[in-house]
């Protein structure tokens, strides 16, 4: 997979070059990665928050893969669900809008990323939450640079089958 397509290693190079069933097997994996990893320091609001840094850490810089491998989509997805539950679900909803407008996903993800921060500020979850959700949002976004310049182009591809 990670010679073809995209050559990345999520969810949406897995469904554009294996099928439905992979790309939805690698998106559940992904969210359980991020959100088991969080649940771990369900003894203590830090060490959580700790844990699901290590969880996106470890997506984005797989030492299995060379120090390269997925955009944390998925694995924050997870995490932040266990953090925040109510952040994810805004997130998901301007996701799935803008996804069923458009069927980009790239565009989808990093549209919705904002809302984490946002939801979980006026949610009054402690700072170094927020903190990481800015962060890792800003990941997310870096890491989206190809799919940026390619939205920009007008040559991003669209989800259809």
């Excluded at 649940?39 to 984005?60: H, K, Q, R």
């Excluded at 069923?100 to 170094?128: D, G, R």
């Excluded at 989206?144 to 040559?155: A, D, V």
Aim: net charge positive; charged share 15%; glycine share 8%.
């Amino acid at each position: 997979m990670k010679k073809e397509g995209s050559k990345n290693i999520g969810a949406t190079n897995a469904y554009r070059v294996l099928g439905k069933k992979a790309g939805a097997a690698v998106f559940i994996c992904d969210v359980a990665k991020g959100f088991i990893a969080a649940s771990l320091g369900s003894f203590s609001p830090e060490i959580a928050l700790y844990c699901a840094v290590a969880a996106l850490i470890g997506n984005n810089w797989s030492i299995f893969l060379k120090f390269k491998s997925g955009k944390g989509v998925a694995c924050g997805l997870g995490a932040f669900t266990y953090l925040c539950p109510l952040a994810t679900l805004a997130a998901f909803i301007v996701w799935l809008v803008i996804f069923l407008w458009k069927k980009i996903v790239s565009l989808a993800s990093i549209i919705s990323v904002p809302f984490v921060p946002l939801v979980m500020y006026f949610a009054e979850k402690p700072w170094q939450y927020v903190l990481f959700s800015v962060l890792a949002g800003i990941l997310v976004i870096f890491k989206h640079k190809s799919n940026i310049e390619r939205l920009i182009k007008g040559e991003e591809k669209q989800i259809i089958k």
